[in-house]
């Protein structure tokens, strides 16, 4: 009963984040609270910067937080990938992604399937904009305090073990993705 009722939490936390979700890539969400995602492709790092104060910096969690946060994530991932293979809209994002993981070294992994590789930039922005949120929604799940206000998380994005992809470290709600 008390993990039903935590991913009841993290799903609406989830939505209430990502701006109540997107039935398709290309839908935009109306939630004026919701930050805009952009994306640009490119073949190598981008050098640029921006005049934005809020700058991606994510928490450090401790072993035990590490644990807690990956095994919440592995559960709700595999919930929100039932719900998408039942024709839910609003959680085909996760079909895309294999796993979302927080690595004290490395950061948030997202690793995804070779099917997103097929996707173009605004699809491929819209599940990385899901995926965010998402792993925003369980920090809160394991008790870190962040808030409304607080930066998005730095995301990599792997394929295998090659990095396709990641945030932008000045606008974090942006993304770069290899071609």
Known sequence: MHKT????????????????????????????????????????????????????????LSTKQQTAYNDTMSHALAHDQKEAKQGKKMYQWSKYVQSISYDIDNGYIVKVGTNFQQLNTASKTSVANHAQSFAQSQLIMIGKNIKATSPAPYLVFKSDSTTIGHSKKSVPTEFDFTK
């Not at 989830?14 to 492709?41: D, F, R, Y």
């Not at 005049?51 to 928490?59: A, E, H, I, R, V």
């Open 5 to 60: 009722k935590g991913l009841i939490m993290v799903l609406t936390i989830g939505l209430l984040l990502s701006g109540c979700g997107t039935g398709s890539t290309s839908e935009k969400s109306s939630h004026n609270s919701s930050p805009k995602v952009t994306a640009s492709t490119t073949s190598k790092r981008s050098n640029s910067t921006s005049s934005t104060s809020t700058q991606s910096t994510n928490p450090k």
